[in-house]
Nanobody
């Protein structure tokens, strides 16, 4: 099984910064990508940013230029640096890894428990 442990959420004022971390553990043969999604109350879970093991990144338009995703492959940890935060960034942020647990098994998505980010004055 794959476990994801997130940390770094909290309350911040508009214009402030937060850094989220997510550490993956368990049986991972190969992680194709890791990333962050978020879900605001009453809305669907949306992509924030993803990164492959090779370092290719993808961002939602709403966070481009403000958020930066990075990965430490040796530690199986993904980070999300969030700057210039806005009230509309308020959501539960979920860590995701798309990974194979065996050489000949398909890749599945695994999710963390979520961490609350609240941007408010």
């Amino acid at each position: 099984q794959v476990q994801l442990v997130e940390s770094g959420g909290g309350l911040v004022q508009p214009g402030g910064s937060l850094r989220l971390s997510c550490a993956a553990s368990g049986t991972i043969f190969r992680a194709n990508s890791m990333g962050w999604y978020r879900q605001a109350p009453g809305k669907e879970r949306d992509l924030v940013a993803t990164i492959t093991s090779g370092g290719s990144t993808n961002y939602a338009d709403s966070v481009k230029g403000r958020f930066t995703i990075s990965i430490n492959n040796a530690k199986s940890t993904v980070y999300l640096q969030m700057n210039s935060l806005k009230p509309e960034d308020t959501a539960v942020y979920y860590c995701n890894v798309n990974a194979k647990i065996r050489a000949y098994s398909p890749a599945y998505d695994y999710w963390g428990q979520g961490t609350q980010v609240t941007v408010s004055a």
